[in-house]
């Protein structure tokens, strides 16, 4: 089950929806919850979406955005990322390298190109600041377990 979008009484009906169904049929079945990770997500670009090429230079930076550059929620980037380190935009569909990390900044070099545009989301290998699972899924019992009193 996809648990990034929705709420816990939509995955609970289908959790049992899916448990009946099991019963009735005598099978055995597996359900895999896929939690809602880490968003980091590029921030908003002035002009709209740019084009980035292969051997582009695109800087990510807590300043509005341009072809060149841009802001991203992850604040401690700089903290989390390492010249030569891996920055995925949109699901992988641009792909840069980390050449610089300075002065509240990431320079990057592009190695796969494609547009940019507001809020796309953003992957950075071997980031150690964010946690695994995003806030709403923590502290939850898992499906098909009572709540603790």
Known sequence: ????????RVYDNTYENVRKAAAELTKP?????????PKIRLGRFGGGPHALAV???FTIEDVPGTRDICSTT??????????????????????LR????????VVAQVTVGG????????????????????????GRPPLGHAPRS
């Open 1 to 8: 089950m996809n648990m990034s979008h929705g709420d816990y």
């Open 55 to 57: 051997g582009d230079t």
């Open 29 to 37: 079945v597996v359900i895999m919850a896929d939690l809602q990770g």
């Open 98 to 105: 980390a050449t610089a990390v300075d002065d509240g900044k």
């Open 115 to 138: 547009m940019v545009s507001n809020n796309k989301a953003s992957t950075f290998r071997r980031c150690r600041q964010r946690p695994c699972v995003e806030r709403k899924g923590r």
């Open 74 to 95: 992850l604040k401690s980037l700089t903290e989390d990322v390492n010249v030569g380190d891996a920055l995925l935009i949109d699901d992988g569909k641009v792909a």
